[in-house]
Structure formats: C-alpha cells, structure tokens
C-alpha cells in the first residue's frame, strides 16, 4: 500500500511539472539562471514555512510528542542541504544548456537521469533486477520517439543538459537516501532554501537581470517557485520514501507524457503516431517496472 502510495504521489509530480513545462520555460532569456533560481529556491521556502510551523504545532500538541534530538536535527539539515546543493547544481546546469541549444533532442537528453540513477546505484550496491533494466530501455525508447522529431543531433548545449541529467540522478539518489530519515516537508523546506542561499550568494557576481525584467516575469517566476520547487519537490520526497529510485525516476519521466497531453488540451496539438507510440511504451515500461510478478515480485525490489 505505501508503494502504491509513493508511486501516486510521484505521478502527480509528473503530471504537475508535465503540464507546466511550457509556463516555466517563459522566464528563459529574459532572467538570468542565477536569479532565477534564487528567487525560485526562496519563494519554494516561503510556501513552505506555514506548513512546517503548522507541522511542529500539531506534532508538540500530541501526548506522545517527543523532542527531536541533536542526530535527528542534523540529519535533517545535513540530508536538505546535500539535496539543496544537488538540485541547486543540477537546474542551474539545465537551465543553462537549454538557453545555449535549439536541437530537438534536447528533451531526450534531460531525462537521461532514468539511465543514469541505476547506474550510479551500481557504485552504492545497489541492485537492479533484470525488469528495472528492461523497463528503463523502453522509456528511452519512448523518450527518443517523443522528443526526437528531427534526427539526433549533438550540440556544446546538449552536452551540458546530458551533464544536468547526471547531476539529477544524484539528486534523486540523494533524497533516497535522506527522506526515510527525516519528515518530508522540513527536507523540502531546508532543500529550497538552499537552493535560494547558494544562488543569491552568485547573483551579485553573476546576476545580469535588472529588476524591471524580473517584475516582468513574475509570473513564471512565481509559478516555478511556489509549484515547482516549493509543492512538486517536496512532494518528490514524500514520495520516494516508498519508492526505489530507479523506479521513481521511470514514473517521473512520463512528465514528458503529460507534456504532450497538456499541449493537446491547451493548444489543440494531435500528437503524432510515433509520439502515441511513444506515450504507449512509457507508459508500459512504467507497469512493467511496478507490475508484480508470481512469488519472485517480493524479490524484484531493489534494496
């Protein structure tokens, strides 16, 4: 049942990033990746606040309510700061490479994380079962066939976007590793203030947005913040805590699945028969990568 549940909320990420791709790619080119990311990590800590305030007002009025201790404390704000700084690294990084490309298969690298994330377990122990692997190649069928249009082509860009699927593999690898150890909303919390601390401390070195910019972008801004990083990363953590990390990572790309959905009911787009054949196969690698199997399924899970 907690699988089940970590599975629904991480489809819900999906959906959510999915259907707002195109909203908060709207900010590109007119701010810069350094402020934008430090104005989206702070407002993703602002809509948070109430909830962890709300949180450790409900918690201390119970009767079993017990004192964090000093280890738990620290697990905290060390696992929300290593995830901060990951994802910090990982969307600054993607962010510049999509400004620096216009290759069409630049939607096809970004979700490299899928095959990255269990590679990078293998160096940790981790296991993958043969289904893990099967599943992960049929996503990146279906990526290729949904993202590709043109041909496959590499560019300086591409290069730096396949460098920022790398970094959220780490960052999936890491909140795996902290969100069983702490409550999901503090993560989330301590995540994103990271993320605006590390940013805001490079804005006055790197930052070239003038104000008027910003004000003019608000919206997108706002959006990223408060939905992307704010709700959709928290939620992320929450909902790995049931879920193994490769799995996590094949459920989060069907984002771009609700991507081409969100394009057909906003703008009127018929996907194409190789993007249905496309949305098809990811959403079978998704099964087959839950889909229990006889007396062997208790074994499938990777450890």
């Known amino acids: ?47 948070l606040t109430p909830v962890v305030l709300c949180g450790l007002w409900r918690k201390k009025r119970r009767p079993d309510y017990v004192k964090p201790t000093a280890e738990e404390r620290r697990s905290l704000w060390i696992g929300g700061m290593c995830c901060g700084l990951a994802l910090a690294a990982a969307a600054g990084v ?10 069409g298969s630049v939607g096809f690298v970004a979700a490299m994380y899928i ?23 049929i996503a990146l069928v279906a990526l290729y066939l949904m993202a590709v249009k043109d041909g496959f082509s590499v560019s300086a860009g591409d290069l730096i976007v396949l460098a920022s699927a790398l970094l959220y593999a780490v960052h999936i690898l890491c909140v795996n590793h902290f969100s069983p150890r702490a409550d999901g909303v503090q993560l ?36 990223a913040g408060v939905l992307s990083n704010g709700i959709c990363f928290t939620l992320q953590i929450i909902g790995q805590k049931f879920t193994p990390p490769t799995t996590a990572s094949l459920i989060m790309s069907t984002e771009s699945v609700f991507a ?25 690698a998704v099964l087959l990568s839950k889909l229990p199997i006889g007396r062997l399924a208790a074994h499938e899970a990777e450890n």
């Open 1 to 47: 049942m907690k699988s089940m549940r970590g599975s629904l909320i991480l489809l819900l990420v999906a959906c959510l990033w999915g259907s707002t791709i195109t909203i908060q790619g709207m900010a590109g080119g007119t701010v810069d990746v350094f402020t934008f990311q430090m104005l989206r990590g702070f407002l993703g800590a602002l809509t």
């Open 188 to 223: 989330g919390f301590v995540q994103s203030l990271t993320v605006g601390v590390v940013y805001a401390l490079l804005v006055p070195f790197f930052g070239t947005t003038a104000f008027a910019a910003v004000r003019e972008m608000w919206f997108p801004i706002v959006f």
């Open 94 to 103: 993607q962010y510049l490479g999509i400004s620096m490309t216009s290759s």
């Open 115 to 137: 095959l990255f994330v269990p590679l990078l377990g293998l160096f940790f122990g981790r296991r993958v079962t043969g289904r893990v692997w099967c599943s992960v190649g």
């Open 260 to 284: 081409l959905l969100s394009a057909m009911v906003l703008t009127g787009t018929i996907p194409t028969l190789r993007e249905g054949i496309g949305c098809a196969l990811m959403l079978f």
